[in-house]
């Protein structure tokens, strides 16, 4: 097997809140590596820390301890190597969907003015956005904005693609056809990505491997390889495997949960 | 049973939708203007008829035929006027090019710099917060009655309004937008270049348009205060003398610049703000 794309070993990160005597242990001594070619996703209750470490691993966020290797080089800041895909499409408003998808590669300036155009107009057909080009994002719905944000990142021919929540402001319908279409889009370009989700139905339905965080402190906890055949189609949701390793994590899930008091909270919450 | 039902009712719409870009007549897309105009024609001649009847005192007010006679032989055939525009309009030009050439930049610099603004900061609240008229007597003091003194006084309203909003403009960038930038490796000057500035446009303009009416308020009181001429000293002369022909065709002057260049300033904004989807 080639090297992995992303190698975290013991990565650490607390926050300091105003107001609280004691810090926020965000992330606690979280190793995990991800493969060249690999699909990971990442679940957990909310809070643990996902979005904290796909940050860390996109540069956008300082650790404290441990370290974060990208592509074969200790990251400190952004880099050429990745692109991420936000939660909001995060799009430039006064640029149309050719713009936004050419602005990655205009910031990374790796290629020349032909080869931007060539590109953009290549991924945007990649993402089913032909016809779209001169829409203006405030023109397009939520899915296809998303389809420019993952369409700027691809763009850019990254090591390796960070996802967070990416279809989480979706609605049930278009995050299950993105689903689908995320699949096909990955077989087409064999990127390594690291997806960050609260969906374990999705996570499951993606990746290779799931890994599992805990919380409070937010940290590894554990990992689920996932060997259904590829390619695979939105009705393997309904094959009584995938539902027991649903169950599975999800179990593991609640477990976390439970012990962080966040699912007791909820009970007394919902009582009248 | 449930189509067949449905085919059975009666066609009550049209079963395709007009595939039509649909058009505007002229009035809707030039409603704002023609209301405008048309409001503006009413109050001139409701006015111009209570002048023609004798129903307004010459001594403190005046009518629209005799202001625009005054105006017309003012700057056209008399040209008593044109001397008076001439020092004022170069007053305001000069005062609020230099405005809007200091205030853009250093608005910018201190939008985007926290070290800058934390040094600066106290000035800027002070001198905003405080009614520019106040410094009128010493800035002539200082630079003397002639044109010196008037461009000053002009500069210095209109800078600090310019000077506010772009520093606000600044500061208001989307972060999720600059995250996303800096995510691409973006660096300082891309940043700025392709987010933070076409994202200030809007306090930009809206800092010129309120730059622009300060001025104006600076140059009249500039030239009222001290000098023998421009505009804000007919003004007082023509006040003084009952010459309220006079006086209006000034105010008019003034308020007609006013309206021009915020007019071409609005141009401006709609340029750059093409992108934003239309909303009636
Ligand atoms: N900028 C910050 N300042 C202070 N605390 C933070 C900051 N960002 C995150 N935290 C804290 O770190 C912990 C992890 O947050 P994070 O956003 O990584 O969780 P998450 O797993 O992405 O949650 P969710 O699933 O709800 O998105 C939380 O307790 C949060 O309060
Ligand atoms: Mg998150």
């Known amino acids: ?272 | 049973m449930t189509v067949q039902s449905l085919q059975a009712e009666p066609a009550a719409v049209a079963a395709q939708p007009v595939l039509v870009r649909p058009t505007k007549s002229f009035y809707k897309r030039n409603d704002s203007f023609m209301v405008g105009a048309a409001s503006v024609i009413v109050f001139t001649a409701v006015w111009e008829a209570l002048w023609a009847a004798g129903f307004i005192n010459e001594l403190f007010f005046s009518g629209p035929s005799a202001i625009f006679a005054r105006l017309y032989s003012g700057l056209f055939t008399r040209g008593d006027m044109l001397e008076h525009v001439w020092f004022s309009a170069q007053n305001f030009l000069s005062g609020f090019l230099i405005a809007t050439a200091l205030g853009i930049p250093l608005g910018i610099l201190l939008g985007w710099y926290r070290a800058p603004r934390l040094v600066l900061d106290p000035f800027i609240t002070a001198f905003y917060s405080t009614p520019r008229i106040v410094f009128v007597p010493l800035i002539i003091m200082w630079f003397g009655l002639g044109l010196g003194s008037k461009v000053v006084i002009v500069f210095m309203s209109a800078f600090f309004p310019i000077l506010l909003n772009v520093m606000a403009g600044v500061r208001t960038t989307d972060d999720q937008l600059l995250g996303a930038g800096r995510a691409f490796c973006a660096t300082q000057w891309d940043l700025f270049r392709t987010i933070v500035l076409p994202s200030s446009v809007p306090f930009i303009i809206v800092g010129l348009r309120q730059g622009l009416a300060h001025g104006l308020i600076g140059v009249v009181v500039g030239e009222f205060f001290a000098g023998s001429s421009g505009i804000g000293y007919l003004i007082g002369e023509a006040a003084n003398s009952f010459k309220t022909d006079l006086l209006f065709a000034c105010v008019f002057i003034v308020a007609g610049v006013g309206i021009g260049v915020s007019a071409l300033l609005q141009q401006i904004e709609q340029h750059f703000q093409r992108w934003r989807p239309a909303n009636n």
Request: glycine content about 8%.
């Open chain 1, 1 to 272: 097997m080639t090297t992995p794309k992303l190698i975290a070993k013991d990565v650490s990160k607390v926050f300091w809140i105003e107001g609280e005597d004691k810090p926020v242990h965000a992330l606690d001594h979280v190793s995990l590596s991800v493969g060249d070619g690999e699909f990971v996703c990442i679940v957990g209750p909310s809070g643990c820390g996902k979005t904290t470490f796909l940050n860390i691993a996109a540069g956008l966020l300082k650790h404290d301890g441990g370290s974060m290797e990208i592509a074969g080089n200790l990251s400190n800041g952004p880099g050429r190597d990745r692109a991420v895909v936000f939660q909001q499409a995060r799009l430039l408003p006064w640029r149309t969907t050719f713009g936004n998808v050419r602005y990655g590669m205009e910031l990374h300036r790796r290629f020349d003015e032909a080869q931007m155009d060539e590109r953009t107009q290549r991924f945007i057909d990649l993402v089913g956005l032909n016809g779209a080009e001169r829409r203006h994002p405030g023109e397009l719905s939520g899915g296809m904005q998303q389809r420019v944000n993952l369409a700027r990142a691809l763009a850019v021919d990254p090591e390796i693609l960070l996802m967070d929540e990416p279809f989480a402001a979706l609605d049930a319908q278009t995050r299950e056809f993105m689903q689908a279409e995320l699949l096909r889009i990955w077989r087409e370009t064999r990127k390594t990505v690291m997806f960050v989700t609260h969906q374990i139905d999705e996570a499951v339905f993606l990746a290779d491997r799931v890994v599992v965080f805990g919380t409070k402190p937010g940290r590894f906890k554990a990992e689920f390889k996932v060997d259904f055949p590829r390619p695979r189609t939105l009705s393997l949701k309904r094959d009584p495997r995938f539902l027991a390793l649903m169950d599975d994590i999800w179990g593991l899930i609640e477990e976390e949960a439970q012990r962080a008091g966040l699912l007791h909270a909820y009970e007394t919450e919902a009582r009248p």
